[in-house]
């Protein structure tokens, strides 16, 4: 599903953000990518989107190398990739219905599909009776819930998160979590950033630390190790 192999990312500044990295993550998996700031965590998860691309090795996304993939390319992968942000980047001047239905309209997916998939993931996500609104209208977790269901409404393979639960209160965290296992039980991938140790110690999954653009430790059913 994600395989990189001897991934270096030095950024124009100098910074060796990721500094060799070997991975494989399997079709179905949930991974958990841990560490302090500063690590490299949001830069390894932006390669695996190809928001930025490493300027070494080699990184394979459902068949795809991402790092030959030619610009004019990446909006066709972002369709087989969902991505969730810690600050949920809705458009504020969308309602929360079309929010979710623009990723289905840019590829021309009849009308009538259109409506019935969004009303689909808005029902996952519990939040059907709040199509209508703008995303200041929601709370955090409820914005959350949206974007969320923006990520899935193509159907992807794998969901990528940095930080989801990173601006939300503990509770509300929790629900969020549990929407991921809910995806990921339905056998798509999760890669999430996080620096959640209560959830990462409870809901136990595949933990990847990473320190210095380096992977530390990579264990099934790991801890969060760290005590920020
Ligand atoms: P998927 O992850 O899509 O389920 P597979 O698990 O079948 O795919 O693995 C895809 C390919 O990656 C296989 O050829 C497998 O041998 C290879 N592979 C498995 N583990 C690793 C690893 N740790 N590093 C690199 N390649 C691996
Ligand atoms: P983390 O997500 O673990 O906090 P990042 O991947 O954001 O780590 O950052 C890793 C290192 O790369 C840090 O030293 C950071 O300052 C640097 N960095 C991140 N993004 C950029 C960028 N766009 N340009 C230059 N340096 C960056």
Do not use: C
């Not at 990721?18 to 500063?38: A, C, D, L, M």
């Not at 691309?53 to 459902?62: F, K, L, M, N």
């Not at 209560?198 to 530390?216: F, L, S, W, Y």
């Amino acid at each position: 599903m994600i395989d990189m192999k001897d991934v270096h990312k030095k950024y124009p500044n100098g910074i060796m953000a990721v500094n060799g990295i070997n991975v494989h993550i399997k079709q179905g998996e949930f991974v958990y990518v841990v560490g302090p700031s500063g690590a490299g965590k949001s830069t390894f998860i932006k390669m695996m989107y190809r928001e930025e691309r490493p300027t070494q090795g080699d990184i394979v996304v459902s068949g795809v190398n991402l790092a030959k993939l030619k610009n004019n390319r990446v909006p066709y992968l972002r369709r087989n990739i969902g991505v969730v942000f810690q600050d949920f980047k809705l458009l504020p001047t969308l309602t929360v219905y079309e929010n979710i239905a623009y990723a289905l309209e840019v590829i021309e997916e009849q009308p009538k599909y259109i409506k019935k998939r969004v009303m689909e993931v808005l029902d996952l996500v519990g939040l059907k009776h709040k199509a209508r609104m703008l995303p200041n209208e929601l709370s955090g977790g409820e914005q959350q819930r949206i974007s969320i269901a923006r990520s899935i409404v193509n159907t992807p393979k794998v969901v990528i998160a940095d930080e989801p639960t990173g601006n939300l209160d503990p509770e509300t965290s929790w629900d969020i979590m549990n929407l991921f296992e809910e995806i990921n039980s339905r056998g798509t991938t999760v890669v999430m950033a996080t620096h959640n140790r209560e959830i990462v110690n409870t809901i136990k999954h595949r933990v990847i630390a990473i320190e210095n653009g380096k992977i530390v430790r990579d264990e099934q059913r790991g801890d969060y190790g760290y005590e920020d």
